[in-house]
C-alpha cells in the first residue's frame, strides 16, 4: 500500500512511504516454519509398505526360441500401503513420501510390466481407473501424503503376469526408505498357475 505524506516546509512535492503491515510478514514468516517443518521426522521414524514381498507363480509361456511375449490385457491389481510411524510405532502424518516404481512408463525404456495408480486422487473407489494412473512416461516420480491421523497411504499396484521378472516399489522421505519386492515366477507346471505367496509385514 503506498501512502503520500505531505512535506513539511516544501511548497510542492509528495513523498511515497511504503508500509507492509505486520500480520503479512507474521504470516510469511509461519508459512515458512510449516513448510519447513513438514519434513521434519522424529528421530527414529520408519517407513514400511505392506506386504514386503508378493510372489506369484504363473506358467511359462515361452516359444520355442525361448522368448516370453507379454500379453498387454494379461496383469493383476494389487494394493499397497505406505505407513510412518515413529520411534514408538505412533503414526506420524500429513509427511510427503515419494514412490519409486521399476519397470514404469516412467523408469524404464521397455514395456512397462508395471503401474501405479492413485486412487485417493481419483474416486477412492478402491479399484485402478486408467485416469488415476501416477507413472505414466510423462510423469515424475510419484508424492503422496500421508494421512494426518494414521500416517499411511494406499496406493494401487498394476503388475503385468505375461513373463517371469522381479522388480521393487521403493518409497523414501527425509532419509527414511522402504521397499517392497515384486516377483512373477514361471514354471512348466501349468497347475501351479495362479499360486501366490505374500510375504509378511
Known sequence: MNIKHRGSGQSNGWKSVRHFPAIFVVMSAVLLLACSAEQ????????????????????????????CLINPDYYIDWPIVLALTD?????????????????????YAGYPVMALYDDRRGNSNGVVDEFELVSDIDDQIVTVKTDVYGGDRPLLLRVNISCPFTGEVFAFVDGVSASSTIDIVADTDATLEGK????GL
Not at 196 to 199: F, L, M
Open 40 to 67: 521434519q521426522l522424529p528421530v527414529g521414524a520408519s517407513l514400511s509398505i505392506s506386504p514386503q514381498t508378493r510372489t506369484l507363480t504363473i506358467s511359462d509361456r515361452s516359444n520355442a526360441e525361448g522368448n
Open 87 to 107: 520411534s514408538a510405532g505412533n503414526p506420524v502424518g500429513h509427511q510427503n513420501v515419494q514412490v519409486y516404481l521399476d519397470f514404469a512408463a516412467n523408469t
Open 196 to 199: 501366490y505367496v505374500e510375504g
